[in-house]
């Protein structure tokens, strides 16, 4: 493949092998995380990354060297590089927002595990993640010190789902659960499958997207035992669409889990129409459904990437117009305290209001029971 020679020489990694490359533990130990790694990699001095550092100290950063590769890292406005760098306008707080507008930590009969519709489930299984997504709805919980979450808490989620006979659907999410590794899994999935009531299983992770290599056959072997399982990802711009992860959903897909897509909708990196339009064809050619498209929650420390409603949904009725329905994804959008997922259209009872403050007040414009 043609990415693996360039692999090889990029900058500071000339000299690894493409073995290493290609092993997901080697990308996962070598990920960017601090500042004087960071100034390594821009071949910048830490003192001149001084910015960084303070943005780190409540949003800590970590990304893969694969990641990395596929960005032009000079670039401030390269649509990778600002989905993992810090950026100071993380930590301008006087734009409001808080740290979990969807209360999710509400919605917890037992710790991690958040149960908010009926019929489904969420099991935040750990706080790691191969690369911290910069606009992540979740990001008040990466300090919690990237914690994997010990058996008993899990048995604890297990043991909720067991005995709530109206959940069938399990989602296991994180954090990113396939940082984990292979016999936690396969032990976790197990115990839920083992649940009569539990019909389907759900896998959440962006591994396909930022260290693809994870996907190995092993880890398909141990998926495809706890059908019918569904795998939700979350490439959002058309340069994520790289031969590895094609490689990767493939592999997940020949073990028979289709694949979706959930992408958020960012300012400046994804929120016109050609990019979203290359990012869904692209999608569907490599057989990767496109699910939904997120309006960018509320959250504290992600104003910088929210884009107006009324924008996204203008772009969405050029999308509805042009493109294969097939391509086309459900534009949704959490409201906050917790009241669940809402469908955007045009005429739609929901619209964000940016105030002067910078505040967004999310807003019912029409009569909705
Ligand atoms: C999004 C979400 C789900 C899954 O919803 P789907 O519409 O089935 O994808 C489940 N639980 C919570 C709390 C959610 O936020
Ligand atoms: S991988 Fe998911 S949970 Fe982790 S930072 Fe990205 S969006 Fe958040």
């Known amino acids: 493949m043609e ?26 130990r070598n990920r960017i995380r601090t500042v004087r790694q960071l100034a390594a990699v821009l071949k910048k001095t830490p003192a001149a990354l001084k910015k960084y550092q303070t943005v780190a100290r409540s949003y800590p950063f970590s990304f893969t060297p694969y990641y990395f590769s596929l960005m032009n890292a000079a670039d401030d406005n390269d649509p990778l590089r600002r989905q993992c760098f810090p950026d100071e306008r993380e930590i301008n707080f006087s734009l409001g927002g808080v740290a979990d507008p969807l209360e999710e930590e509400r919605d917890m009969p037992v710790s991690g595990l958040v149960h908010r519709y009926r019929d489904r489930c969420v099991a935040i299984v750990t706080h790691m993640c191969a690369t911290y997504c910069r606009h992540c709805n979740r990001k008040r919980i990466w300090r919690k010190g990237g914690i994997e979450e010990t058996r008993g808490y899990m048995e604890r989620m297990v043991d909720y789902v067991s005995k709530t006979k109206h959940i069938r659907e399990v989602i296991v999410s994180g954090g990113d659960p396939l940082t984990m590794k292979d016999g936690i899994l396969d032990w976790f999935l197990g115990s839920l499958r083992s649940i009569p009531h539990v019909e389907v299983l759900r896998i959440g992770s962006r591994v396909p997207v930022v260290m693809p290599m994870r996907i190995t056959r092993k880890l398909c072997d141990t998926l495809r035992k706890h059908r019918p399982l569904w795998f939700n990802t979350q490439f959002n711009h058309p340069n994520e669409i790289t031969p590895e992860a094609a490689h990767a959903c493939e592999m997940i897909l020949e073990a028979g889990i289709p694949v979706s897509n959930q992408s958020v909708l960012l300012r400046g990196i994804n929120d016109n129409y050609e990019t979203l339009r290359d990012l869904f064809y692209g999608l569907q050619r490599i057989s990767v ?37 097939l391509c086309v994804p459900q534009y949704v959008f959490d409201i906050p305290g917790g009241k669940g997922k809402c469908p955007l259209y045009p005429g739609s009872p929901f619209r964000t209001m940016a105030r002067e403050t910078g505040e967004y007040i999310f807003d019912r414009t029409g009569e909705v029971n």
């Open 3 to 28: 990415s693996r020679n360039r692999t090889i020489s990029i900058s500071p990694w000339r000299g690894v092998s493409s073995k290493e490359w290609h092993d997901w533990e080697w990308q996962y």
């Open 289 to 325: 459904r496109p699910y939904y498209l997120f309006q960018c929650d509320p959250v504290k420390g992600t104003d910088h990437f929210r884009t107006e409603v009324r924008s996204g949904i203008k772009i969405m009725e050029k999308i509805w117009g042009n493109i294969s329905g």
